[in-house]
């Protein structure tokens, strides 16, 4: 598909163009009197004219409100049907091995009530056992952190302060959704405040129908920043709680210590660096 100029920029190229053809013009008589000077400089203030266009032209972009309200559906919509299917877990974010197995590299479990550890072994979504039911579903926030890593070059580290700080920089100057970001440790928490948030309003519009809609299907910013967490820690990590004041959006997010996580077979190939026993996992 073609992309079409639009008008700021045929403007500049028509202004480009016309100091071209004057200069052009200018060379080929040769002239050294008043009327050529004048040309020059008209040539030159055209040429000028141009390049400020360009430069300061207003980014194609979509309205912040409008972008907001895009995933509040399919929030709103997931949530029910969790609920109806009697899952009222909060969202987990799982690691897991990449062979091909799961479509993303962290997978967003919602259990059917308390947390019990369940065996992951295949791509199905509804998983059921003495061990612990519940719904394995890929994270909205998988094709953000998809572009991120592969097109934005972002990494995530391992070690808890580079990993903060990547998350500082994806809110911030990779998908500039917010002036200033914290990432903060409060015990087992993890607590992210993104001020001036951008995409606020359609935090608001959720908040107004449930704040449960964030824990059981959060949307793709905060599954992203949980989906950091749990592939920066190699285990999982549970949306405890977002909440929304003053403009300034807080997430919380619990860090499930290997006692308590899933007893996957992922969780012995993303360990890195001797920071999870896997002998325990046996």
Same mark, same amino acid.
């Given at each position: 598909?073609?992309?079409?100029?639009?008008?700021?920029?045929?403007?500049?190229?028509?202004?480009?163009?016309?100091?071209?053809?004057?200069?052009?013009?200018?060379?080929?008589?040769?002239?050294?009197?008043?009327?050529?000077?004048?040309?020059?400089?008209?040539?030159?203030?055209?040429?000028?004219?141009?390049?400020?266009?360009?430069?300061?032209?207003?980014?194609?972009?979509?309205?912040?409100?409008?972008?907001?309200? @895009?995933? +509040? $559906? /399919?929030? !709103?919509?997931?949530?029910? *049907? &969790? #609920?109806?299917?009697?899952?009222?877990?909060?969202?987990?974010?799982?690691?897991?091995?990449?062979?091909?197995?799961?479509?993303?590299?962290?997978?967003?479990?919602?259990?059917?009530?308390?947390?019990?550890?369940?065996?992951?072994?295949?791509?199905?979504?509804?998983?059921?056992?003495?061990?612990?039911?519940?719904? @394995?579903? +890929? $994270? /909205?926030? !998988?094709?953000?952190?998809? *572009? &991120? #890593?592969?097109?934005?070059?972002?990494?995530?580290?391992?070690?808890?302060?580079?990993?903060?700080?990547?998350?500082?920089?994806?809110?911030?100057?990779?998908?500039?959704?917010?002036?200033?970001?914290?990432?903060?440790?409060?015990?087992?928490?993890?607590?992210?405040?993104?001020?001036?948030?951008?995409?606020?309003?359609?935090?608001?519009?959720?908040?107004?129908?449930?704040?449960?809609?964030?824990?059981?299907?959060?949307?793709?910013?905060?599954?992203?920043?949980?989906?950091?967490?749990?592939?920066?820690?190699?285990?999982?990590?549970?949306?405890?709680?977002?909440?929304?004041?003053?403009?300034?959006?807080?997430?919380?997010?619990?860090?499930?210590?290997?006692?308590?996580?899933?007893?996957?077979?992922?969780?012995?190939?993303?360990?890195?660096?001797?920071?999870?026993?896997?002998?325990?996992?046996?």
């Amino acid at each position: 598909m073609t992309r079409t100029l639009t008008r700021t920029e045929t403007t500049a190229l028509v202004l480009l163009g016309l100091a071209v053809l004057i200069m052009a013009a200018l060379f080929f008589i040769g002239s050294n009197d008043l009327i050529t000077a004048t040309l020059i400089l008209i040539a030159f203030s055209c040429f000028i004219s141009a390049l400020f266009i360009f430069s300061f032209q207003k980014k194609e972009q979509v309205d912040a409100d409008i972008a907001a309200l @895009l995933a +509040v $559906p /399919s929030m !709103a919509t997931t949530s029910r *049907l &969790l #609920t109806d299917l009697g899952v009222s877990g909060p969202a987990r974010f799982i690691p897991v091995i990449d062979d091909g197995t799961f479509p993303s590299p962290v997978m967003q479990f919602n259990p059917v009530s308390e947390f019990r550890p369940v065996r992951l072994t295949e791509d199905t979504s509804f998983y059921t056992g003495p061990g612990g039911g519940g719904v @394995l579903t +890929v $994270p /909205s926030g !998988a094709p953000l952190l998809s *572009l &991120l #890593t592969h097109k934005k070059s972002l990494t995530i580290p391992e070690t808890e302060p580079d990993l903060f700080a990547a998350m500082k920089e994806a809110g911030e100057d990779l998908l500039e959704l917010s002036d200033n970001v914290t990432v903060t440790r409060e015990g087992d928490e993890i607590v992210i405040g993104m001020s001036t948030y951008l995409l606020i309003s359609g935090c608001l519009r959720v908040q107004e129908e449930s704040p449960r809609i964030c824990a059981l299907a959060p949307c793709p910013v905060c599954s992203l920043m949980a989906m950091m967490l749990a592939q920066g820690f190699g285990n999982p990590v549970t949306l405890e709680q977002v909440s929304v004041e003053k403009g300034k959006l807080t997430i919380r997010i619990r860090q499930n210590w290997i006692e308590d996580v899933l007893k996957s077979p992922a969780i012995g190939k993303v360990a890195k660096g001797g920071r999870i026993d896997v002998s325990r996992l046996q």
